[in-house]
């Protein structure tokens, strides 16, 4: 049941990848005057949070010691969790834009896109995962640093209009990006101390939450360019074509925020009897006067989560049955770490060819991958996945593709 | 598009959130840390310590009584009247008219004062002039004086007419003036002079007066209160069965308490120069179970009879009456053994049991007080024999299971403690209506500090303590059903050697200090 969720949440929920993930193919609708396609993704992937954690955050359930003790043994001092979902659907038309053959736009076709994107990334420390998911209580006589703590989520739809070459398939669009959520914090420094009688709490702290703040769908707007440059190359007689992919390279407008922030030190040893009888205990307000938390406004401009692809792409009409792609990935965040890839595809019948890859960075380690693309007429469906066995992630890219 | 889009990702996610997220963490953090010494148990008490023994004393002050209690001067007015016989005519300006001195009775009942000194109070002084002209007015008061110099106000009165006088009115303090009231003759009490002079406008012109003109002045004392009286203060008795609580011993609902020499006093203070009688009728206390013990003695019932004070302002000595009460010449342990909350005693106090005995010389000071006090003086030489205390607090603590929540707990108390009293506690929660739901039993108990060595830092014994109570799911289930809690505390004074109750002295600089901690196993809902 839960993989039937899975299947619906990610096709109603996601993204482009089928344009640039696996599999990477080059254009095999040339025949055709234009195609429709829809793409969806979704992948998480941590080096260390078990993805029957994350499954229970998706679907529910409890969350047992076995689990934590299987992610617990996977922590380093420094570890990552991202998220990245999305859906776009894309209209291609090989009309002529102009028939004019001295127009820069001759032989281009247009391009329509809309989509909506969801990039969330976490780097925690050993000890907030423990803190988080354990309690304190492993934490007396012990200091418990959750110093580098960081995430950032953000959330966008997307509308765009582009050209591309029909011959070598070159194209740029130009989108319209509406914010729909955003939040991000981090700890530069964070340490709580507590002493093995439990007598003292010790808190020190050095960071900021800040949030988008206005209600509604839509909490600011943007503008982003895609890029996919094609460059055909030929080695040993064989024909082979380079990609190089920009997606959702631009920026939100400065974009209202409420932002709490705190540089400071609480100790706590519990109440005497005077604040019992007199009930000055710590109220909400005081609270955060007694931590040294500020809250305040800002007004400032985001970037957008995108990435840039280098790789190489399958030819689908080409004559070998066996073919390799590679490439490397990186998207525009500090919590991303340079993604690379390396596959066979392999052409098993006229319609229906297959691949293997093998990919290391982003959030989690080494990944591998699998792919099969069915032609059947006019349509192209394509299921995948960068991410089949491990325990630290899932991913899932569909694609359907009609020619017309 | 893009919002069919979103609405699908969302219906996705919505659709695949089945149920909640959920995980177990351990919190652990100290709640409560204190010292409590003698000192918090005796704040209103006196502690004395004679060859590292403790002794409480407590004192209650049942009468406190100064001068403005014995002597209370009425708010008093008195009128002094001009209006000639016959008419006259012509009266050149400036002619003066002087009205003979006039003396007016205060009523004080049976005191007969001579000479009072007030330290607070004002009069309002009023004049009436019927005259078409201007008419200066003035009003003394002899025998009313301030560093010698008596009383004198001058006013001018504009014309007025004999239906309708122009008044002029004014208030004056009094503070610090002398007042005779022997009247002129020097020989009588409770005695005020007046005067008033009278004299026609000196710029004015020649005018006539009949019998119709009343040239009026009126001087109302009022909210006098004095600082210093001679006289006689008169015969009266003031009586009381004053009621004292010490809320404290409420609490206590079974158990004994032996209190080995202990002593009481019921002392009568007269710091007034005029003589005393005094009475204690009865002395009685009502404990919790409501068993009502009274103090029975020689000393109760019979009259006593205490001295005037002697000596002046500075100089002043009071005399007292002490009624001493101990074991030997009363029930006083069984008395205070009973624990009694609520006490009462009853007593009376008389001035001038013989009457005008001084010829007139009562005096009272501005310090001069007749007390009435109970004082008791209790070694710390206890023996509990289950002494039971109980008292009850109101809480509200609400969570719901929906949401995160405390499924098990375990809240621990670290004693250390310096008192030769062993303690059990128990917490008892209740409904709002009385009904206890469930009850949290220590894991062990508090225990006396005579099973510990002397700490030669300190020179104290001190036994540490660990004691747990278990927070089970059920009472937490039935947390937003609880609004009482009832902590019930059972003492003893345990012989390290033979564990049996014996009375035990409380070590000087005794102290009890705890930290209370909590272990909570939260379930955590997202």
């Known amino acids: ?404 | 598009m893009k919002k069919i889009l979103f609405l699908c990702f969302l219906i996705g996610l919505v659709s695949c959130k089945k149920e909640e997220t959920s995980w177990n963490i351990d919190v652990e953090a100290p709640l409560l840390h204190d010292t409590l010494s003698l000192k918090n148990w005796v704040n209103d008490s006196t502690l004395t310590e004679t060859n590292g023994e403790i002794e409480v004393d407590l004192t209650r002050t049942l009468l406190d009584i100064g001068l403005s209690e014995l002597i209370k001067i009425p708010d008093t007015s008195v009128t002094q009247l001009f209006s000639p016989i016959i008419t006259l005519n012509n009266i050149p300006p400036g002619t003066t008219f002087v009205n003979a001195i006039e003396e007016h009775a205060v009523d004080l009942d049976d005191v007969q004062l001579k000479s009072i000194r007030v330290f607070d109070g004002r009069v309002k002084v009023k004049v009436y002039n019927p005259l078409g002209t201007k008419v200066l007015f003035k009003v003394q008061m002899p025998g009313v004086t301030q560093n010698g110099v008596m009383f004198e106000q001058n006013y001018s009165v504009d014309a007025g007419s004999v239906t309708n006088p122009t008044v002029q009115e004014e208030w004056l303090e009094l503070s610090n003036y002398q007042i005779d009231l022997r009247g002129v003759s020097g020989l009588e009490y409770n005695i005020l002079q007046t005067k008033l002079t009278l004299t026609t406008d000196p710029n004015g012109v020649p005018v006539s007066i009949s019998s119709a003109y009343d040239f009026k002045f009126e001087a109302s004392l009022s909210d006098i209160k004095v600082d210093y009286a001679k006289g006689y203060f008169g015969s009266k008795v003031f009586s009381d069965n004053a009621n004292f609580n010490i809320d404290f011993l409420n609490m206590i609902t079974e158990g004994t308490l032996d209190l080995p020499g202990t002593a009481l006093q019921i002392t009568v203070e007269n710091g007034i120069k005029v003589p005393v009688r005094g009475q204690l009728h009865y002395l009685k206390n009502t404990n919790q179970l409501g068993n009502t013990v009274s103090l029975t003695s020689p000393e109760i019932g019979p009259n006593f009879y205490i001295s005037p004070a002697v000596g002046s302002w500075t100089s002043l000595q009071s005399n007292s009456q002490e009624l001493s009460f101990d074991p030997t010449n009363s029930n006083l342990e069984s008395f205070l053994e009973n624990l009694g909350a609520t006490n009462e005693a009853s007593y009376e106090v008389q001035l001038n049991p013989w009457g005008n005995t001084t010829a007139g010389n009562d005096e009272a000071f501005p310090n001069s007080r007749i007390k009435v006090k109970a004082s008791a003086q209790l070694p710390l030489k206890l023996g509990l024999d289950g002494l039971t205390l109980r008292d009850t607090f109101d809480i509200n603590f609400k969570q719901n299971e929906a949401n995160t929540h405390v499924e098990s707990g375990l809240i621990y108390l670290d004693v250390s403690n310096a008192f030769p009293f062993s303690c059990d506690p128990v917490l008892y929660l209740m409904t709002e209506d009385g009904q206890i739901l469930h009850t949290l039993i220590g894991s062990s108990q508090i225990s006396s500090c005579e099973m510990a060595t002397v700490d030669p830092i300190d020179g104290l014994k001190k036994q540490p303590s660990h004691i747990e109570f278990n927070i089970e799911k059920e009472a937490l289930s039935d947390l937003a059903n609880i609004k009482k809690i009832i902590v019930e505390a059972r003492f003893d004074s345990p012989n390290a050697s033979t564990g049996l109750s014996e009375p035990k002295q409380v070590q000087a600089k005794a102290f009890l200090s705890f930290k209370l901690r909590m272990k909570l196993n939260t379930k955590v809902i997202l």
Not at chain 1, 183 to 190: Q, R, V
Request: with cysteine; aromatic share 14%.
């Open chain 1, 1 to 404: 049941m839960r993989n039937v969720f899975s299947l619906v949440f990610s096709f109603c929920g996601l993204t482009v990848f089928g344009q640039h993930m696996l599999p990477l193919v080059q254009d095999t609708t040339g025949k055709y005057k234009g195609s429709i396609t829809l793409t969806s993704n979704g992948d998480y992937a941590s080096n260390a949070i078990g993805k029957n954690i994350v499954q229970s955050f998706f679907y529910g359930g409890f969350i047992d010691q076995n689990m934590k003790n299987s992610s617990i043994e996977r922590l380093q001092n420094i570890n990552q969790f991202g998220l990245d979902m999305n859906a776009e659907l894309s209209f291609r038309s090989k009309g002529d834009l102009t028939k004019k053959e001295n127009s820069p736009f001759y032989n281009h076709g247009y391009i329509v896109q809309a989509g909506y994107h969801q990039f969330s990334s976490l780097v925690f420390s050993r000890d907030a995962f423990r803190y988080a998911f354990e309690g304190n209580s492993l934490f007396l006589g012990d200091t418990a640093d959750f110093s580098g703590t960081r995430f950032n989520s953000m959330g966008y739809s997307k509308f765009g209009f582009g050209i591309f070459n029909r011959s070598t398939n070159n194209a740029l669009t130009l989108n319209v990006i509406s914010l729909n959520q955003f939040a991000s914090g981090n700890m530069e420094t964070a340490s709580i101390l507590q002493d093995s009688q439990n007598d003292t709490i010790q808190m020190d702290y050095t960071g900021g939450f800040s949030f988008a703040k206005n209600g509604g769908f839509s909490k600011g707007f943007g503008i982003s360019f895609d890029v996919d440059y094609r460059i055909q190359t030929n080695e040993n007689d064989h024909a082979m074509t380079f990609q190089l992919l920009a997606k959702n390279i631009g920026f939100m407008l400065p974009t209202q925020m409420t932002r709490y922030a705190a540089d400071s030190s609480f100790q706590y040893t519990g109440f005497n009897l005077n604040q019992l009888v007199q009930q000055n205990l710590l109220s909400t307000m005081s609270l955060a006067d007694t931590l040294g938390i500020e809250k305040g406004t800002e007004k400032r401009a985001l970037l957008l989560r995108g990435f840039i692809q280098f790789s190489k792409l399958v030819d689908m009409q080409a004559t070998q049955r066996i073919q390799s792609f590679y490439g490397a990935r990186m998207f525009l965040s500090q919590n991303y770490i340079p993604y690379f890839f390396a596959g066979v595809h392999g052409r098993v019948t006229k319609h229906w060819s297959t691949g293997l890859s093998a990919s290391f960075g982003g959030f989690s380690q080494l990944k591998w991958g699998m792919y099969s693309s069915f032609q059947l007429s006019r349509w192209n469906i394509g299921v995948a996945s960068e991410n089949l066995f491990s325990k630290t992630g899932e991913s899932i890219i569909l694609q359907v593709k009609c020619a017309f």
